[in-house]
């Protein structure tokens, strides 16, 4: 039970109403903080890592670790490629053993959108246990993001993630809806939660099949987030808070210990700082005892 696909722990989550915790980590001591706070709290958990990461660490190597640390573990835990630009860095991920793979085709047009993403899915769909995320409209970083809330064109189309979905044969799907990667300038981002409920409304009005994605998690309050879950959010990413708890916490422990050489109290620090983090998250998004 403890090694799954995006999908499998999404469709519980949108049926019940609540969001698993996707959680971006960048090295070994985070991807253990985030499976150890999930277990404590007995919370489905999916573990990502961004592009960059896994190729400076090996995607070999990281499903390795996942593996280790997922079959022991009695939480269903997913690995997810994030936002790869490449059809065939996802394939090579699928390959080496990732369980949920992010073709971000969004940069593209339409039709090239729909044509890279159901590449994907074809190819994962063959090897079996790895469902796919696909993604329609811009999800900005936080410079552009006031600019993409308002502009109608950026953000996604209902009727268009019906044929997307239809046509690409994506299991999980990433509306834009003026979220942004990053931390938000403001505390009332503008979000267009509407927009989110009338796609979860068209796409899984009759019986969720297509669980959806919310992406730029860090920064949003909790009102936000549980509004987001309300209107059909069942992944909640969150990114950036956990780089910079990293760098914080290890910058605050060598600022007052400036004469210790010891890596491994540093680990712990930084650890533990994740660990909060994490089940802070799982906490709001309701994710908590539903392992
Ligand atoms: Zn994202």
Redesign the pocket.
């Known amino acids: 039970m403890s090694i799954v696909t995006a999908k499998e722990i999404m469709l519980e989550a949108s049926k019940a109403k609540y969001a698993v915790g996707a959680f971006n980590i960048t090295n070994l001591i985070q991807m253990e903080a985030v499976v150890e706070a999930a277990i404590e709290k007995q919370a489905p958990l999916i573990i990502q890592t961004s592009v960059t990461p896994s190729k400076f660490l090996g995607r070999d190597v990281l499903v390795t670790i996942y593996r280790t640390l997922a079959e022991s573990a009695p939480i269903p835990i997913c690995l997810h490629l ?2 790869s630009t490449s059809v065939e860095y996802c394939k090579q991920c699928a390959d080496s053993g990732y369980t949920n793979i992010m073709i971000d085709a969004s940069k593209q047009d339409y039709e090239e959108n729909i044509r890279q993403t159901k590449e994907v899915v074809d190819y994962c769909h063959s090897l079996g246990g790895i469902s796919v995320e696909g993604e329609l409209g811009t ?1 900005s970083g936080v410079e552009d993001q006031v600019k993409v809330a308002e502009d109608e064109a950026a953000l996604c189309n209902p009727d268009q993630a019906v044929e997307f979905v239809e046509r690409t044969g994506v299991d999980i799907f990433a509306p834009a809806i003026g979220t942004a ?1 990053g931390v938000y300038k403001t505390k009332n981002p503008k979000v267009d939660f509407e927009r989110m409920g009338k796609i979860h409304q068209m796409l899984n009005g009759d019986g969720v099949k297509t669980p959806l994605v919310v ?2 998690g860090t920064g949003l309050s909790k009102e936000y987030a549980l509004k987001l879950v309300e209107m059909g959010g069942a992944k909640f ?1 969150v ?1 950036t808070e956990l780089k910079y708890v990293l760098i914080d916490a290890t910058y605050g422990y060598i600022s007052e210990n400036r004469q210790q050489y010891n890596p491994g109290k540093i680990d712990i620090i930084v650890k533990d700082a994740i660990r909060q983090v994490v089940s802070r998250w799982i906490d709001i998004l309701g994710s908590a005892g539903k392992a």
């Open positions: 994030d936002h999800v990667h992406h730029g990413n990114s």
